[in-house]
Every structure is written in C-alpha cells, then in structure tokens.
C-alpha cells in the first residue's frame, strides 16, 4: 500500500474516496479513529493508501481534480 493523500479536511477526504470509487481505484482511509485521541477536533490528518500498482493512477486522477497540492510526496 502506498500513501497518496493526506488530509484532515472532511469535504477533501470525502472527495478523493469518490473519485477514486468511480476508477474502481480501492483503498483504504487510516487515521480515522485518531480523533479519539485528539478529542475530536481535527487536528491530525486521515491517510489515503492505495495499491502500489494503482498509485501512479490514482495520483493522476486526484490531480486532474485540484487536489495536487493534498497528495503525499512520492516516495
């Protein structure tokens, strides 16, 4: 799994996961239950990983969509 988003903005988060349902693109969100630990104010940002195979693709698809400047660097 390699990370391609990261992001503690929910209108944000919720867009990728959409963009990416519609490429059939799967991943996963970490970091959600975080907020337990931070009290819930949205400090800590959610991770978006997908499947190394599909990272190239899904970066290209988020950063058509305005969301280059949100996606973790390459590593």
Do not use: C, H, W
């Not at 390699?2 to 490429?23: C, G, M, Q, V, Y």
């Not at 996963?28 to 195979?53: C, F, H, K, W, Y």
């Amino acid at each position: 799994m390699e990370e391609i988003l990261r992001t503690n903005d929910p209108a944000t988060l919720s867009f990728a996961e959409a963009l990416l349902k519609e490429a059939s693109i799967g991943y996963a969100v970490l970091d959600t239950n975080m907020s337990v630990l931070e009290g819930s104010l949205g400090i800590l940002p959610r991770r978006v990983v997908v499947q190394q195979d599909r990272a190239a693709q899904a970066r290209a698809i988020l950063s058509d969509a305005g969301l280059g400047g949100e996606l973790a660097p390459v590593r």
